[in-house]
């Protein structure tokens, strides 16, 4: 059975791999590369950082076809790990643009299923009161992904997008406290605490929590990704998140979601 083919979505503000000479800059930052590591065929996104959830989708859709376009068998349909909004572009795609057959399951990664309280403050005060979103519109700046993300607009998104039928849907949500969060992410995780509990600066885990719960991280938004922020007085070797996400493809491994080539037989010594 060949290795199942996973995709990797980003979020909202996300790209793809940039390439400089030598180097590359990756949204999701030595997490790719782990998996690879392990075998499996990897496609690593790049959709329009701020449109809305039904213009991504369609471009989630195109990279995936462009990528695998063979139409899979049943049993090596691939496996899409989303990150943030990203995971609500897969959930769009699925139900909506036929693309349930391709696909053995879904995880999501910190994604604000039920939207986030701190989108509804950056609408309400900068979209409306400072007018930030006619200053967009004025900059032909496609920022759709705000209002998609507030709390009511995730609930109307909810009640016309079910899970699909024989996908997996799993889902990471990530916390810590405020003492751990980057400064520029406390009034945000202020926000968020005051109306739904712990979260990771950006979402809370009521609203990560999709589905079956696979864990939830000790990890702000940015460090579920491999972007350390952090106060002085944290390690940062202490804090790649890579082997949390190596555990959820054992779990997916275990649960038959995913399969891996074997290994090449070594030669045996004379």
């Known amino acids: 059975m060949p290795a199942t083919p996973i995709v990797l979505h980003h979020g909202l503000l996300g790209h793809g791999e940039w390439h400089f000479g030598p180097f590359t800059w990756e949204y999701f930052h030595e997490i790719g590369r782990a998996i690879a590591a392990r075998g499996y065929p990897l496609l690593t996104t790049s959709v329009h950082p701020t449109a809305g959830i039904e213009t991504r989708a369609r471009q989630l859709k195109?990279?995936?076809?462009?990528?695998?376009?063979?139409?899979?068998?049943?049993?090596?349909?691939?496996?899409?790990?989303?990150?943030?909004?990203?995971?609500?572009?897969?959930?769009?795609?699925?139900?909506?643009?036929?693309?349930?057959?391709?696909?053995?399951?879904?995880?999501?990664?910190?994604?604000?299923?039920?939207?986030?309280?701190?989108?509804?403050?950056?609408?309400?005060?900068?979209?409306?009161?400072?007018?930030?979103?006619?200053?967009?519109?004025?900059?032909?700046?496609?920022?759709?992904?705000?209002?998609?993300?507030?709390?009511?607009?995730?609930?109307?998104?909810?009640?016309?997008?079910?899970?699909?039928?024989?996908?997996?849907?799993?889902?990471?949500?990530?916390?810590?406290?405020?003492r751990l969060m980057p400064p520029f992410a406390i009034h945000s995780w202020q926000i968020i605490y005051r109306v739904e509990g712990d979260n990771d600066g950006l979402v809370s885990v009521k609203s990560a929590t999709w589905a079956d719960r696979l864990a939830i991280w000790p990890a702000d938004h940015w460090q579920s990704i491999n972007r350390r922020f952090l106060p002085p007085w944290v390690d940062p070797a202490e804090t790649s998140i890579t082997p949390f996400y190596m555990r959820v493809l054992d779990m997916l491994e275990e649960r038959g979601k995913l399969s891996r080539k074997p290994a090449p037989l070594q030669a045996a010594s004379a």
């Open 62 to 178: 195109d990279a995936i076809l462009a990528r695998f376009p063979m139409p899979p068998q049943s049993q090596d349909r691939i496996v899409i790990i989303a990150h943030s909004m990203g995971g609500l572009d897969a959930r769009h795609m699925l139900t909506h643009l036929g693309m349930a057959d391709y696909v053995a399951a879904l995880v999501t990664i910190c994604t604000p299923h039920r939207g986030s309280t701190y989108a509804d403050w950056v609408l309400r005060h900068v979209g409306q009161r400072l007018r930030g979103l006619r200053l967009m519109e004025y900059l032909n700046v496609d920022f759709q992904a705000l209002a998609d993300l507030t709390t009511d607009n995730c609930r109307r998104f909810n009640d016309v997008t079910p899970d699909m039928p024989n996908i997996a849907y799993m889902s990471v949500a990530a916390s810590h406290p405020m």
